[in-house]
């Protein structure tokens, strides 16, 4: 079982070019959602979902899109990246209310 | 949105010494937690409260939902050197869990 995993643990992109953030859960869970981490801001709520087909916006989800097309997996997606976009991302996965990280991407754009 | 006040910032104290820390918000939560963060990893959770007034330990951690379901604290007692990390406050409501902005703990042999 080796829970939430995400891909890559580090990534530096150029202003403007895109990539995927991946992550993966083996654990069953309908819920998972994307946090940023910010020096002195805690975590940061992008975007979520609660199961397949379905993602709904968080605190800070512009710049960023997700889709979720099986149960398992719950990309996010930078477009365009930005330097406002540098941080450390987190992929979780919920049951009931118990909430599990993944180890985390961090992101430097330039 | 909801905002949560989490104090202190970052805390030294010497081995086996108690820790105390607090969040506070302006709106209710259903849920409050509490979570640990080691350098590199993502947050671990510690503690779970799910109604106001309840009072939970997990071995030298306990956590209380307060009374108005707008805050919630943390104690540590006989603290030991690998209890160093940042530890959040959470608190949820329906689909929406806000993040306290951390207490970094720094514990001296």
């Known amino acids: 079982n080796a829970g939430v995993t995400q891909t890559p643990k580090f990534q530096v992109l150029k202003t403007g070019q895109s990539m995927t953030l991946q992550c993966a859960q083996d654990m069953n869970h309908e819920y998972m959602s994307w946090y940023r981490q910010d020096p002195g801001m805690g975590l940061r709520l992008i975007h979520y979902s609660v199961g397949a087909g379905i993602t709904d916006q968080g605190e800070v989800p512009n710049g960023y899109n997700v889709s979720r097309s099986t149960t398992e997996d719950f990309p996010l997606r930078l477009l365009s990246a930005a330097p406002s976009q540098t941080s450390v991302y987190f992929c979780?996965?919920?049951?009931?209310?118990?909430?599990?990280f993944g180890p985390g991407t961090r992101l430097t754009v330039t | 949105g909801q905002q949560l006040n989490q104090s202190p910032q970052s805390m030294f104290i010497q081995e086996g010494e108690d820790v105390s820390m607090n969040c506070t918000s302006s709106?209710?939560?259903?849920?409050w937690l509490w979570y640990k963060q080691d350098p590199g990893e993502g947050p671990v959770l510690l503690i779970a409260l799910y109604k106001a007034g309840e009072l939970t330990s997990n071995g030298r951690l306990t956590a209380q939902f307060g009374i108005t379901r707008k805050d919630s604290f943390l104690n540590i007692s006989a603290s030991i050197p690998s209890d160093v990390g940042i530890y959040f406050c959470?608190?949820?409501?329906?689909?929406?869990?806000?993040f306290g902005a951390g207490t970094r703990l720094t514990v001296k042999p």
């Open positions: 959470a608190g949820q409501y329906n689909n929406d869990m806000r």
């Open positions: 709106s209710i939560f259903n849920t």
């Open positions: 979780a996965s919920k049951w009931g209310y118990e909430q599990y």
